[in-house]
């Protein structure tokens, strides 16, 4: 689960912390830190400064899933919680664009004398007459069994022909049992065709809370 907890404080603003990955989903996560954040341990008892009326019914939407009264909110919440709640409530999550967007900016930083862009959800590493193509799958592999990206392996295969391509790696998350590339050599041929790349997202440590 820590992955998509990962991939979730990349591309959102509320950070949650590492601690939060003991849990089971990620809706989970999230909502055993919004319910932290509503009911911490340690209460400071002071004036309220500040009272935001759309957090207020959000929370208690999330609470009822009564939903109705949430039609007509506009903006974003002030609580922290109920930025959370809101985002569960429109599962707003697109962990294949977020990924890959993950996987892009690091290999900008990575290649700065190189030039890299994207060409129809395609990575591609231009160095002179070289050209490498990565495509990205926020998918579980089981090295067992790769029925589940056969239709990606077609694809790549494909893409690998049409573009010229020197190489071409499909990335996806690294995982217990998936930690070595898998070559998939092309039908009758000697060359390689793609491989598939266990791409690290994080060795986050759980920490209990403080």
Do not use: W
């Not at 907890?5 to 809706?27: G, H, I």
């Not at 609470?63 to 919440?77: A, C, D, E, S, W």
């Not at 996987?103 to 890299?116: F, L």
């Amino acid at each position: 689960m820590s992955d998509k907890l990962f991939l979730y404080n990349y591309a959102t603003q509320s950070k949650v912390p590492a601690y939060y990955t003991k849990f089971a989903t990620l809706k989970e996560s999230l909502e055993h830190y919004a319910n932290d954040l509503l009911y911490p341990k340690n209460l400071k008892f002071t004036q309220a400064k500040d009272i935001c009326l759309q957090s207020n019914l959000i929370i208690q939407a999330y609470k009822t899933k009564n939903f109705k009264k949430l039609k007509n909110t506009i903006g974003l919440p002030k609580l922290k919680a109920a930025q959370i709640y809101s985002e569960l409530i429109h599962n707003e999550y697109n962990f294949d664009l977020i990924f890959r967007d993950f996987v892009h900016g690091k290999i900008v930083s990575k290649n700065a004398d190189k030039k890299v862009y994207c060409k129809n959800s395609l990575i591609i590493i231009e160095n002179g007459d070289e050209k490498l193509g990565i495509m990205t799958n926020y998918k579980k592999v089981d090295i067992n069994n790769l029925n589940s990206l056969k239709c990606d392996i077609a694809k790549a295969l494909d893409i690998k022909k049409d573009q010229n391509l020197q190489n071409l790696y499909i990335v996806c998350p690294r995982n217990l049992s998936f930690r070595k590339h898998i070559e998939i050599k092309a039908q009758n041929s000697d060359y390689m065709g793609v491989k598939i790349v266990p791409y690290t997202l994080t060795n986050l440590k759980i920490k209990e809370k403080r």
